[in-house]
């Protein structure tokens, strides 16, 4: 029963660098989202979708883009990573939306 | 906006009790659940409270008054094992816009 699975779990960029986080649930849930923690911040939403095709913006969406094209996978892309953008993300999922989220294990992401 | 305050950090005995509390202000309140964070590792779900009362589950129980904007974490029985962060996070309208709390930090000493 694997869940919500999250990878890479650690990852260096450089500035200026693109990359995917790759996000997959098993569980047949509608809605995934894509959040990021940071010290003091507390979890902040990116991106979230209620079902494959629909995607929709949250807290923090800039710099990041999302889509969903099918009801499994909710990749997370970073187009140019700024040092800002050193966090660690967590994708999470429910089943309609309206229940306790199931989250990933985490990526620990740095920019250089 | 959304405005969650909860400590940032707390200190309790192994066997002891210890509350955390929570409190918001939000527009179109629709619940607030409570998650336990072990460092380093993800969030898991611990309670959702939607109407005004207590929820009691084993050692844990969460308490919610919509009036006062106001929810607590109730810990019974500490053990070593409960040193997390736990973080309140509140539902507004439908859909998951859940906002969350910074968390408050429990170390549970011997």
């Known amino acids: 029963n694997a869940g919500v699975t999250q990878t890479p779990k650690f990852q260096v960029l450089k500035t200026g660098q693109s990359m995917t986080l790759q996000c997959a649930q098993d569980?047949?849930?509608?809605?995934m989202s894509w959040y990021r923690q940071d010290p003091g911040m507390g979890l902040r939403l990116i991106h979230y979708?209620?079902?494959?095709?629909?995607?929709d913006q949250g807290e923090v969406p800039n710099g990041y883009n999302v889509s969903r094209s099918t009801t499994e996978d909710f990749p997370l892309r970073l187009l140019s990573a700024a040092p800002s953008q050193t966090s660690v993300y967590f994708c999470?999922?429910?089943?309609?939306?309206?229940?306790?989220?199931?989250f990933g294990s985490g990526t620990q992401l740095s920019v250089l | 906006g959304q405005n969650i305050d909860q400590p940032t950090e707390m200190t309790a005995t192994e066997g002891a009790i210890v509350q955390i509390n929570c409190t918001y202000q939000?527009?179109?309140?629709?619940?607030l659940f409570w998650y336990q964070q072990h460092a380093g590792e993800a969030p898991t779900f611990l309670s959702y409270?939607?109407?005004?009362g207590l929820e009691e589950k084993g050692r844990f129980s969460s308490f919610l008054s919509r009036s006062k904007g106001y929810s607590y974490l109730l810990l019974k029985e500490l053990q070593m094992k409960d040193s997390a962060s736990y973080l309140c996070?509140?539902?507004?309208?439908?859909?998951?816009?859940?906002?969350f709390g910074t968390g408050t930090k429990l170390q549970v000493i011997p």
């Open positions: 999470a999922s429910s089943p309609d939306g309206d229940e306790k989220l199931f």
């Open positions: 569980m047949n849930h509608e809605y």
């Open positions: 979708s209620v079902g494959a095709g629909i995607t």
């Open positions: 939000t527009s179109g309140f629709n619940g």
């Open positions: 409270n939607v109407l005004d």
């Open positions: 996070a509140v539902k507004q309208g439908g859909y998951q816009k859940v906002t």
